[in-house]
């Protein structure tokens, strides 16, 4: 089957967006469209839309990445399956206790320890065809990693060590990829129970936040049920839907069948269709149902979740009709790199951020952080084409990581 390169640009703008808008996050002297909403929100701003459309990218890959196994669960896939979640969900607790990093009681300095965290994700994330030395050196030191942390208390956290107390933006991720994942590969692929399953996860949102639905408080506190199991989890599976149409084996989708034998052309016209009807209907649902929690970020409402799934459908339909389609491609060759290692991407800020301070450089970078305005979002575009330049050297240095 031939990659998709639209949703390799898709995911490489994803992340330049993401990077961006997390640098110009709390800077003065921004638009207000330019901000995260807030918690009593009811509506959504350009930020709000950068994680239900990682969400919807991790949803179109499963099928794409699943589909030879035709409803057949072994140990061999449960495995992949537990080992690409829990290592998600790992680094997404650790990333969410950052902030609290005591260095003087831990074992290392702050830079010192995350640089060495970042290349323990490096060592067992690398893209390999074989578990070698440098594996096993990454589990092992990401292992004393995690049992050296040391962290302030506040009303957060009551303990000392490592803490979970929600999973962070990569373990929502991990929890979402694994559920739907499962969801998958149970019924087969077959879109019409796809459908189905997304209405569910709905449905668990909306029966776990209005008491309907009694859960254990253990769970609760464990695993968000309704945000993490219900509406995150229902953007992955959206998204999953529309993967199902670039599979070779005709799938079913909502509106009807997509023969593998169609001519080209054709099947660039049924996709386009599809996608589009889609993206209407999710859009549309999220509307009728925001009377009933409203579009909110924070509480990852039903609403928010069928919204977003909507636009963000919408964009990368776009981008499937220039690059696929049209076959317009030269305009994404600066998105394609990070496209191909999002994962190391997604981390490069911070590790340059850990790098600067383990060197003790000062931040010549980051003149305009203050003051922010114009001069401030353009110094934050720079930040975030370094960083995508840095991706470009990661990836011809054989840095691509794939969890």
């Known amino acids: 089957m031939p990659r998709l390169l639209s949703l390799d640009a898709f995911r490489g703008f994803v992340i330049l967006a993401m990077i961006w808008v997390n640098y110009i996050a709390g800077m003065p002297g921004i638009p207000y469209w330019l901000e995260h909403s807030s918690a009593r929100a009811d509506g959504i701003t350009l930020p709000d839309l950068v994680f239900p459309a990682f969400l919807f990218i991790v949803g ?23 080992w690409r979640a829990g290592s998600l969900m790992v680094a997404g607790v650790v990333l969410a206790n950052a902030y609290r990093y005591d260095a003087s009681a831990a074992l290392l300095p702050r830079a010192v320890y995350f640089m060495l965290f ?29 049992v050296s942390f040391r962290g302030e208390l ?26 739907c ?4 590969v149970t019924v087969d692929g077959k879109p019409p129970l796809l459908m189905a399953a997304l209405v569910l996860l709905i449905v668990l949102y909306l029966a776990g936040t209005s008491g309907m639905l009694p859960l254990p408080q ?12 219900g509406s995150t989890s229902a953007n992955v599976l959206a998204g999953t839907l529309v993967g199902t149409l670039f599979l070779r084996r005709a799938p079913q ?26 993206a209407i209907a999710l859009f549309g649902a999220g509307m009728l149902l925001r009377p009933l929690h409203g579009i909110n970020k924070i509480q990852a409402t039903e609403a928010y979740t069928l919204v977003c799934s909507g636009l963000v459908l919408a964009l990368f339909l776009l981008f499937y009709v220039l690059i696929d389609v049209l076959q317009w491609r030269a305009w994404s060759a600066l998105l394609m790199p990070a496209g191909a290692n999002a994962l190391f991407a997604y981390i490069a800020p911070d590790l340059w951020e850990q790098l600067a301070a383990l060197l003790h450089l000062p931040r010549f970078w ?38």
């Open 60 to 82: 179109i890959a499963i099928p794409l990445a699943l589909n030879r196994e035709q409803g057949r669960f072994s140990a061999a896939l449960m495995g992949r399956l537990l």
């Open 118 to 146: 970042y290349a323990a994700m490096i060592l067992l994330w690398r893209q390999s065809a074989q578990r070698g030395a440098a594996f096993w050196a990454g589990l092992a030191l990401m292992l004393l990693l995690l």
């Open 154 to 179: 506040n009303a957060e956290f009551s303990s000392v060590h490592l803490q979970h107390t929600w999973w962070g933006i990569l373990g929502m991720i991990g929890w979402a990829y694994l559920l």
């Open 181 to 184: 994942s499962v969801v998958y």
């Open 218 to 229: 253990a769970l609760n506190d464990f695993v968000n049920v309704p945000q993490v199991l």
């Open 253 to 278: 989708a909502a509106a009807g069948a997509v023969p593998a034998e169609l001519p080209p052309a054709a099947l660039h016209r049924r996709r386009i269709v599809l996608m589009a009807a889609f």
């Open 366 to 403: 980051w003149p305009f952080l203050a003051s922010g305005g114009v001069p401030g979002l353009l110094n934050a575009a720079a930040m975030s084409m370094a960083m995508m330049g840095l991706t470009v050297l990661a990836n011809r240095a054989g840095l691509r990581l794939k969890f």
